[in-house]
């Protein structure tokens, strides 16, 4: 086990799960509590910097196994969660709104994966 890299994930774990926590309070004020945009929102914002991550370090970046490590599985796995959206269906489900529930699972499957690609889009026209 490399300690260099699992001090890397847990420092990049703690920046991004205290950034996750700031876009939710931001989320919440802006739009309320009614749905969860803050969860679609940060698994968006991290599929999209997720894309732009992967291709910079596969075209021209490289930061080596503990910067990766910092990043992806540090500061990005902090940063966006499926535990929480799995909550958050159950909630909707709970609560009877089940076209919502329907709803955000459909969005934040096809936005996150769309993001993703658009990150390595915009990357690839940046970088190639």
């Given amino acids: 086990m490399n300690w260099t890299v699992v001090t890397a994930v847990a420092a ?29 929102s940060v698994n968006v914002i991290g599929s999209f910097v997720m894309g732009v991550l992967v291709t910079a370090i596969a ?17 990005l796995g ?9 909550l958050d269906v159950a909630t909707l489900v709970e609560r009877n709104a089940i076209v919502s529930a329907g709803g955000y699972v459909i969005g934040s499957v096809v936005l996150s994966i769309g993001a993703l690609f658009a990150g390595m889009a915009v990357t690839k026209g940046i970088l190639a």
């Fill in 12 to 40: 990049g774990g703690a920046v991004g799960s205290a950034a996750r926590y700031l876009v939710t309070v931001m989320v919440q004020r802006l739009v309320g509590v009614g749905f969860p945009w803050w969860t679609l």
């Fill in 59 to 75: 075209l021209r970046w490289s930061v080596g196994q503990t910067g990766q490590a910092f990043l992806m599985v540090g500061l």
């Fill in 78 to 86: 902090g940063f966006t969660t499926f535990s929480a959206f799995s």
